[in-house]
């Protein structure tokens, strides 16, 4: 569902300006979560929206790669991106364990620090224009 609107906003706002955002709200959402989590109605509906936000993390940056780059060196920066997009699917799941096992809300912090390392990367101005 969330689809559509974030490759509207991507157009309209500007893919940077998306990711910093998504980046922001993501974890500004982890930390939130346990809260709501007090509430099944809130908690549901603020995991829908928390999750339908920062799964466009990774269209909205593949959709900046490919407006930055063209032809051979698109071909390097997607390999590159696949790369380290499975390196994190390889590497998140056991250190948002061992958040989960440190305290009752060590996952949300867990998911908050990895989404505001994020956010300040995204932050930082682009090497090249």
């Given at each position: ?9 991507a157009d309209r706002f500007g893919r940077r300006r998306l ?15 346990p809260l709501a989590a007090r509430s099944y109605a809130a908690?549901?509906?603020l995991l829908f929206v928390w999750s339908g936000i920062v ?75």
């Amino acid at each position: 569902m969330f689809q559509i609107p974030t490759g509207w906003a991507a157009d309209r706002f500007g893919r940077r300006r998306l990711l910093i955002l998504i980046g922001g709200l993501g974890a500004a959402g982890a930390l939130v979560l346990p809260l709501a989590a007090r509430s099944y109605a809130a908690y549901v509906v603020l995991l829908f929206v928390w999750s339908g936000i920062v799964g466009g993390l990774y269209a909205v940056g593949l959709t900046r790669l490919a407006s930055r780059y063209s032809d051979a060196a698109l071909a390097r920066a997607n390999a590159a991106y696949i790369l380290l997009y499975t390196g994190g699917t390889l590497v998140g799941p056991p250190i948002f364990g061992f958040g989960l096992d440190l305290a009752p809300a060590g996952l949300f912090v867990a998911l908050a620090l990895a989404l505001g390392g994020f956010f300040a990367l995204a932050l930082k101005p682009d090497a090249h224009p």
